[in-house]
């Protein structure tokens, strides 16, 4: 159906902060199992557009669709329990807690056959056992993202790569449809993000599907299948990567900033 193509849908997005306008009259879409990428300059609005697509700021106007249902206003853990999910900085109170800790407490996810628990066999064979399950899932979830030789460290002390990992684990353990990532690759060295980009591939290739704000433009242009350009609160373009690089606007938006 055109729901199940089209997860997530933004109409007429608009959000003010008093005399600015951040997001102005915004529309795209991001089809299923696709990695779209969400550019533009410093200032464009692409965050701001993430948090009212998530539910961390309410837009001035305009509507946000996830799987043909309305979700505009709805509080993050709403959103996040119908399974679109925002990576976010490791939140500082986890920080103490070991790699292990932080995902047993990643939030539960709703009840229902999800994708996660068939790239993560171990959750599915019916074990009785809650708990058992749940430790399970860990430490497949651990595995796949390779850090399971640090299950026992503090957050803390982990390389701000290895965070971002972590920090995708934790992600996955709320068992998402798609997953909203902003800059993930920021402070990650190359051979941790080789392993990032890596495991979006994979999960793409599982049927996830990936909204991402990245400034590394070779990423970008290397990793999505589609490109959304905001300028200045609009989108400038919309297009897979060759038409976005040719694209005169996008070029001259990118030499005035
Ligand atoms: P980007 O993520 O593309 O760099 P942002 O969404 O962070 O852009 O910001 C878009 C515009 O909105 C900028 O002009 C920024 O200064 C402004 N802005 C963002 N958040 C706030 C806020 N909480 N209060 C006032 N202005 C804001
Ligand atoms: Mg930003």
């Known amino acids: 159906t055109e729901t199940a193509a089209t997860p997530l849908r933004v109409e007429g997005l608009e959000k003010r902060f008093g005399g600015i306008v951040a997001v102005d009259d915004a529309s795209f879409d991001v089809k ?19 948090n009212c697509i998530t539910g961390a700021l309410t837009p001035t106007d305009g509507e946000v669709y996830f799987q043909g249902e309305k979700i505009t206003g ?3 853990e709403q959103i996040a329990n119908r399974g679109l999910v925002r990576t976010f900085q490791i ?8 790699v292990l ?7 539960k ?13 171990g959750a599915r ?15 497949e979830t651990l595995e796949f993202f390779e850090i399971d030789h640090l299950a026992y460290e503090k957050a803390e002390n982990l390389s701000g790569g290895q965070q971002k990992l972590l920090e995708m684990s934790r992600a996955m353990m709320t068992e998402p449809e798609m997953l909203l990532l902003d800059e993930p690759m920021a402070g990650v060295n190359p051979t941790l993000e080789d392993k990032l980009l890596d495991r979006i591939h994979s999960l793409r290739e599982d049927g996830y599907t990936f909204l991402l704000v990245e400034h590394d433009m070779d990423v970008i242009m290397e990793e999505c299948e ?3 350009v905001m300028h200045q609160g609009s989108i400038l373009a919309d297009g897979n990567p060759d038409e976005i690089r040719d694209n005169e606007q996008v070029i ?3 030499l005035g900033e």
């Open 32 to 50: 299923a199992g696709t990695v779209t990428g969400l550019i533009g300059p410093n200032g464009a609005g692409k965050s701001t557009t993430f």
């Open 74 to 76: 709805m509080r993050p």
């Open 91 to 98: 939140a500082r109170a986890l920080s103490e807690m070991t």
């Open 101 to 107: 800790e932080n995902l047993m407490l990643a939030p």
């Open 109 to 121: 996810a709703q009840q229902g056959e999800k994708l996660w628990r068939s790239v993560v066999p």
């Open 125 to 139: 064979q019916g074990v009785v056992d809650q708990e058992t399950e749940l430790r399970e899932r860990v430490w």
């Open 226 to 228: 589609r490109v959304i």
């Open 252 to 254: 001259e938006a990118y």
